[in-house]
Each structure stands twice: as structure tokens, then as C-alpha cells.
């Protein structure tokens, strides 16, 4: 099964049950944390919430797993871990960042083998500069065949990692990337960033370093969306006068053409690798939250799966549905607080 270029983004701590076609949900006292789509299976984290918060964070053990998406038992791939960041699988490893502690002076980038094993260090400080700062986070993160990305949500550096070995590399500084809006594919990571007094841009450089590629010029709006099939990148974009767009632009760069306007704010979007019919998008709108899809030939909206959400404050953060991804068949999201999955059609 062809899967689309990049990862998931790492989102935190969704908080209800249920949901359409649930494949897990989190048991008391924990609730699950970011999740990875891979090759049929999706990485996930369950956060032990009953223990007393400590230094305004929450405290270990936090455990690591895997269930397919079709559905069965979640296998532990790592029983206790102080405070994963997940960057993304592959078909053979699961990647993520890891703090070593309460405000920890180092963060390693480790790998776990999906078949089952003991965790490994890939690079034993992955934020430079750590030392005495708040809990260390990323903005977003990606993974290749051969390298993860993450962006360092407080230095704002753009960084990439040898899957084999090495030291972490910064590509640029400072550079401000969203949750889902970062690809990566053979060796190159591409970026949608914001331009609200001014346009944005889609942007490629090579995960060893050297020049930033222009794609596109993107629209004046702010929090864009990334996904990609074999021929475009697809871009949604909240525009400064209101409302939220997708558009398309060649995989060698071009011009944005927006196939769908008059969406509401967008968490993340996703393309069927099989067949490119449908931008496929997760909704956080209070009240009317939802998992839908836009036709691309014609901008036509169809909302797959919908649920309430509280508009009070003390409640609303994380009860949104977000996409995941697609694999031609099913949707695969994070639906409060379980994994589920969506037919397509």
C-alpha cells in the first residue's frame, strides 16, 4: 500500500471517549496522547493522569504503543517513558524525542522497533542550548526514508537527523512551522509558512542542509495545512479577511490555485494516495467539529463524521476530532479520546 509523503503532526491529549469505528480507547486515568500513522498500524501514547502533576508538567510513565488499523489489540512497545514526542514510523521503527527528567538539560531522539525491542539512542541532545529552559516541545515533525525533522517550538530552529546515526543538524533559524504543516520525502523537507501582513510561502531544503527552495506564494492568512499526492501540494490557509481556503500547487512549484473556499478552520489535511478525488480535513469548530472531505474538481463539502463540542472554555481545548491520514480505504483519527476510523466514501 502506497502511503503520502510525511507525517503526523504530534497533538496532544484529546479527552472524551467514543466516536465512529473506534479502535481504542484510552482507560481510566489515562487518556491518549500524540499519535503517528504508518505502513497499517498507528503509534500512540497513553499519559498516566492520575498521578499529582509535578513542576507544571505532567509526570511519567508515560507508555508507547501500536495497534493496527484494522483493528485488534494495542501491543506496549515502551512500558514507561518520562515524556515522548513522537516524530513519526516507518515500516520498521517508531521515532521520538525524549526528555530525560524534570526540565531536562538534554533531550535524546530515540527509534523503537515496531516488531518489538528495547529503545535506542539515535542522538543523545537534540535541542542545543536546553539547558534551564521550560519543557523542551516541537512545533511540528516529520520523517523519511532516511532522516526526521522537527522544528524546536522555543528556539525555533528547523532541525534534521540522520536515521542511521550522527548528529542532529540544524537547517535554519529561526523559522516558524505549524503542527501539519510540515512533509518530508527523499531526503527533502517542505514547509507552508504563514504571512498574515504579507503572503506566505511554500518552501523545500535538503534534510543535509543548503539553499531554501521557493515553491509557491501563498495567500495572505495564517495556521496552513500541508499534504501531497504524486503530481501537487495541497495548502489550507485561514485568510486574514475571514474564512479558510485549500488550494493546490505543482509538486515543482507554481502557481496556488484554490479549488475550496468558505471552510472553517482546519487541524489537519490529507490526500487518498490511491486516487487524488478528495482533500480529506479534520474541523475544530466548537459545536460542529467534524471529519469531512472537499472534491477537488468541483470544492464540494461532505461532512463524514461530526460530533458537539463544548464551547465552555474549561473543556473545549482538546475535544476536537483530527485526521490522521488515509490509506484509499478509511479515514484514521484521533476522535476524543480514542483512535477511530472513517470510510471514505
Not at 537534540?126 to 522537527?150: C, E, I, M, Q, T
Amino acid at each position: 500500500m502506497k502511503s503520502p509523503p510525511g507525517t503526523i503532526p504530534v497533538l496532544w491529549f484529546a479527552a472524551a471517549c467514543g466516536g465512529p469505528a473506534t479502535l481504542v480507547s484510552a482507560p481510566g486515568g489515562s487518556c491518549l496522547g500524540g499519535a503517528a500513522l504508518g505502513p497499517s498500524v498507528i503509534a500512540y501514547e497513553e499519559a498516566n493522569l492520575t498521578s499529582q502533576v509535578v513542576a507544571g508538567r505532567y509526570p511519567p510513565p508515560f507508555a508507547i504503543l501500536t495497534i493496527p488499523t484494522s483493528g485488534g489489540s494495542p501491543t506496549t512497545l515502551v512500558a514507561s517513558e518520562d515524556f515522548p514526542i513522537l516524530i513519526g514510523l516507518d515500516a520498521t521503527n517508531l521515532y521520538y524525542l525524549s526528555e530525560a527528567g524534570d526540565l531536562a538539560a538534554s533531550v535524546s531522539v530515540k527509534a523503537v522497533p515496531l516488531a518489538g525491542g528495547r529503545p535506542f539512542t539515535l542522538a543523545a541532545d537534540a535541542f542545543s542550548g536546553n539547558a534551564g529552559r521550560d519543557l523542551p516541545y516541537v512545533d511540528a515533525a516529520a520523517v523519511d526514508d532516511k532522516y526526521a525533522y522537527w522544528v524546536d517550538g522555543q528556539l525555533h530552529g528547523l532541525e534534521s537527523l540522520a536515521l542511521d546515526g550522527g548528529a542532529p543538524q540544524t537547517l535554519l533559524t529561526p523559522v516558524d512551522v505549524n503542527p501539519g504543516a510540515l512533509l518530508a520525502r527523499s531526503g527533502e523537507l517542505f514547509w507552508a509558512s504563514a504571512g498574515v501582513t504579507d503572503a506566505g510561502a511554500l518552501r523545500s531544503i535538503p534534510a543535509v542542509g543548503g539553499s531554501v527552495t521557493p515553491l509557491a506564494i501563498l495567500p495572505s492568512g495564517d495556521d496552513p495545512r500541508l499534504a501531497a499526492d504524486d503530481f501537487f501540494w495541497y495548502v489550507s490557509l485561514n485568510l486574514v479577511g475571514g474564512g479558510t481556503v485549500i488550494g493546490r500547487v505543482p509538486l515543482g512549484g507554481g502557481n496556488f490555485s484554490i479549488i475550496a473556499n468558505g471552510l472553517p478552520p482546519l487541524t489537519a489535511i490529507r490526500v487518498d494516495p490511491k486516487a487524488s478525488e478528495f482533500v480529506y480535513w479534520s474541523s475544530p469548530l466548537v459545536e460542529t467539529a467534524a471529519i469531512g472531505r472537499t472534491r477537488i474538481s468541483d470544492g464540494q463539502v461532505v461532512s463524514l463524521a461530526s460530533v458537539y463540542i463544548s464551547s465552555d472554555p474549561e473543556t473545549e481545548f482538546s475535544w476536537f476530532p483530527t485526521l490522521l491520514g488515509v490509506d484509499g480505504v478509511e479515514l484514521y483519527g484521533q476522535w476524543n479520546c480514542a483512535l477511530a476510523r472513517v470510510a471514505e466514501q
